[in-house]
């Protein structure tokens, strides 16, 4: 592949918005109320990436009973209610996804009503339109590379030449299968202080936790995990210890 890649796909949730903590919350109380108790970290670790109605048959699953038939609209309604006070975007993506001389694209594991209205809240919508692709689009969600298949080709971009930037481990894991190069994103409120090796260990070949650290990524200036900034140097330390069995020193 070349250094320089032809096209960068953003997951939504966690990476241009930090939004992962507000869905999670809603989707925690919810599936409480019905009878599984689960904490807001939980279903951060548990369904982070993944698409609601795979979370929906793993709680039926577990429950051993359909949920409500108005599960799916309780928690929408309390995302909706969430996001419009309290939404945000994640610091410098706007000004960074401006400055990438490549195309760009959103391809999410969130249905396209709550997709819009998150990038729509936080101004990133207009650089993004028309090429905003959901998982209600292909057969399968992630881990599966349905999403980013599809969002490359409709692009017109090769899956080598496609770097991923994400959040989670299901995504990870999906741009890996899809054969394109994964970036792991650790600036979301929700990320615990081991995310980093978590994803490393998924199959992303980049670590960063700025948006400001993109730029080098992509231009091929930052060739190895430590030589991306801002990663704190016991990070690099322990992930390179954990993949290559040895330490390495941070740049």
Same mark, same amino acid.
């Given at each position: ?17 930090? &939004? @992962? /903590? ?8 919810? #599936?409480?109320?019905?009878?599984? +108790?689960?904490? =807001? *970290? ?42 419009? &006070? @309290? /939404? ?8 960074? #996804?401006?400055?990438?001389?490549? +195309?760009?694209? =959103? *391809? ?63 995504? =990870? ?79």
């Amino acid at each position: 592949m070349e250094t320089r890649p032809k096209l960068v796909i953003f997951d939504c949730d966690g990476v241009l918005v930090d &939004s @992962e /903590l507000i869905v999670s919350a809603a989707e925690a109380a919810e #599936i409480t109320r019905v009878g599984r +108790p689960i904490t =807001v *970290a939980e279903a951060v670790h548990k369904f982070a990436g993944v698409p609601a109605k795979d979370m929906y048959r793993s709680i039926e699953e577990e429950l051993g009973m359909p949920l409500p038939k108005d599960f799916s609209e309780r928690v929408d309604e309390r995302v909706r209610q969430l996001y419009l &006070s @309290e /939404l945000a975007a994640i610091p410098s993506a706007r000004e960074t #996804i401006r400055a990438l001389r490549i +195309p760009c694209c =959103v *391809a999410s594991s969130s249905a396209p009503n709550r997709l819009g209205l998150a990038l729509a809240k936080t101004e990133l919508f207009e650089l993004f339109y028309p090429y905003i692709f959901s998982t209600v689009l292909v057969r399968n969600g992630k881990p599966a590379p349905d999403i980013f298949l599809y969002a490359a080709e409709k692009m017109g971009v090769a899956p080598a030449d496609t770097f991923v930037v994400e959040d989670s481990i299901a995504g =990870v894991t999906a741009a890996k299968a899809a054969g394109m190069t994964a970036l792991g994103f650790l600036g979301g409120s929700h990320c615990s202080p081991s995310h980093d090796v978590c994803l490393k260990e998924a199959g992303a070949k980049y670590i960063f936790s700025r948006f400001e650290d993109l730029l080098p990524i992509v231009e091929g200036s930052a060739r190895e995990l430590g030589h991306v900034p801002g990663i704190p140097s016991e990070i690099v330390q322990k992930v390179q210890e954990i993949t290559n069995g040895a330490p390495a020193t941070a740049s």
